[in-house]
């Protein structure tokens, strides 16, 4: 089974509305609905005992904008109107010791969430100062989702907390978050010596640009994934590249007609030098509109 990825289920527990399939999938999968509900609880606890937060200051955005590599026409603020009608502005020097702290191995709590008993297996507390919890998030390193660590999740679920919004506004404001639309989906089924399952999606992002999205589950390998697009009768292919971890995203070339090759394959290569199919499916489906 094709999991929700992690960005899926942070938006969700932010408030985001499920779209169809991803309500259906949580009916269906205790894995996703328990983690999504573990996110929820960060949320909660946040929301409910931190006070209204300050408008952060401009350095906030100016970080914000260098991380994600956002072009000169969008490094204005989108806050400054905030503090003009009178929003007041967080200090400079707080809106620094707050970032470290939000990209440090801790994250600092107001309550403590149900579940991180350490007497089950959870992360103990760590009493802070001004009545704060401190939790470890270096023991989280080692659980992992389906190869992606699960504190990635919880740091952007924290980061949003802690600007209680803002940058999320910023970005909702500017245009820069809208989900892609779906092209078109395929099912990947196992074949023959595998049980595994997954899932891929032509989306077309905002720019224009289509990507492949796969998902599988986990499958030993002895050598490597790699992704292709087959022609109906498996005679003419494409490599769209490696397949490192359970989740993958290929940016397709403008003029590859996905009609032409509507076939997804995941294959187990090995590591011989020779760039043709190895002839060793692991899963295969065929992308519907």
């Given at each position: 089974m ?11 527990a932010?408030?985001e ?6 309500r259906?999938?949580?009916?269906s999968?205790?894995?996703?609905a328990?983690?999504l509900e ?14 209204a937060?300050a ?6 955005w ?5 991380e994600l590599?956002l ?11 905030a503090?003009a009608v009178?929003?007041p502005?967080a200090?400079e ?7 470290t ?15 991180d008993?350490?007497?089950?297996g959870?992360?103990?507390p760590?009493r802070?100062?001004?009545g ?6 270096g ?11 699960y504190?990635l999740?919880?740091?952007?679920v ?8 803002a940058a ?5 404001q500017l245009g820069?978050?809208?989900e892609?639309?779906l092209?078109?989906?395929?099912e ?5 010596g595998y ?11 905002p720019?224009?640009?289509?990507q492949?999205?796969?998902r599988?589950?986990p499958?030993?390998?002895?050598g ?6 087959l022609?109906p ?11 490192a ?6 940016v ?9 090759f ?18 060793d499916?692991?899963?295969r489906?065929v992308?519907e509109?």
């Amino acid at each position: 089974m094709a999991h929700l990825s992690e960005e899926t289920l942070t938006l969700l527990a932010l408030g985001e509305g499920p779209d169809p399939r991803s309500r259906d999938h949580l009916e269906s999968c205790p894995e996703c609905a328990a983690e999504l509900e573990q996110l929820r609880h960060v949320v909660r606890a946040g929301r409910a005992s931190a006070p209204a937060p300050a408008a952060p200051g401009p350095g906030v955005w100016a970080a914000i904008h260098a991380e994600l590599g956002l072009s000169d026409d969008v490094a204005h603020d989108p806050l400054d109107g905030a503090r003009a009608v009178g929003a007041p502005a967080a200090p400079e020097d707080t809106a620094a010791r707050d970032d470290t702290a939000v990209r440090g191995d801790t994250a600092v709590r107001h309550d403590t969430v149900p579940g991180d008993d350490p007497a089950a297996g959870g992360d103990a507390p760590v009493r802070g100062g001004g009545g704060a919890d401190v939790v470890d998030l270096g023991s989280r390193r080692d659980r992992s989702r389906r190869g992606v660590p699960y504190p990635l999740a919880a740091a952007a679920v924290a980061a949003a907390l802690f600007v209680g919004g803002a940058a999320v506004w910023g970005v909702q404001q500017l245009g820069l978050g809208p989900e892609p639309t779906l092209l078109a989906r395929a099912e990947l089924e196992p074949l023959a010596g595998y049980s595994a399952r997954g899932s891929a999606e032509v989306d077309e992002r905002p720019d224009g640009t289509r990507q492949l999205v796969v998902r599988t589950d986990p499958a030993d390998v002895d050598g490597f994934k790699e992704v292709w697009l087959l022609a109906p009768d498996a005679q003419r292919m494409v490599s769209l590249g490696v397949m490192a971890g359970d989740e993958a995203v290929f940016v397709l070339p403008e003029n590859l007609d996905v009609g032409e090759f509507p076939v997804v394959d995941v294959s187990d290569e090995p590591v011989d030098g020779d760039p043709t199919h190895s002839g060793d499916s692991i899963v295969r489906g065929v992308l519907e509109t």
